[in-house]
């Protein structure tokens, strides 16, 4: 079903919409073409979703922070030799 509303207008409009005489069924987020977008188009739940990502990698990239320290500092050591 899509509900269409007007500000000025408090009657709410509402028809179902089908698709190969089925109806389709309504969800709160739907995901296309990778990008996660809600009945209001906010992209919140995208945007959470990056940021999610985000945080995980530089958790990932904060604990190897010690190990890349130490490869780059035979890295150099051999290319001094």
């Given at each position: 079903?899509?509900?269409?509303?007007?500000k000025r207008n408090s009657e709410?409009?509402?028809?179902?919409?089908?698709?190969?005489?089925?109806?389709?069924?309504?969800?709160?987020?739907?995901?296309?073409?990778?990008?996660?977008?809600?009945?209001?188009?906010?992209?919140?739940?995208?945007?959470?979703?990056?940021?999610?990502?985000?945080?995980?990698h530089l958790r990932n990239l904060?604990?190897?922070?010690?190990?890349?320290?130490?490869?780059?500092?035979?890295?150099?050591?051999?290319?001094?030799?």
């Amino acid at each position: 079903m899509i509900l269409v509303k007007s500000k000025r207008n408090s009657e709410d409009l509402s028809f179902t919409v089908l698709y190969d005489n089925s109806d389709v069924d309504s969800c709160d987020v739907a995901k296309t073409l990778g990008v996660s977008l809600d009945s209001k188009l906010s992209m919140i739940k995208f945007i959470q979703e990056k940021c999610r990502a985000s945080y995980f990698h530089l958790r990932n990239l904060g604990r190897i922070k010690r190990s890349l320290n130490h490869a780059r500092s035979l890295y150099r050591s051999l290319k001094q030799s």
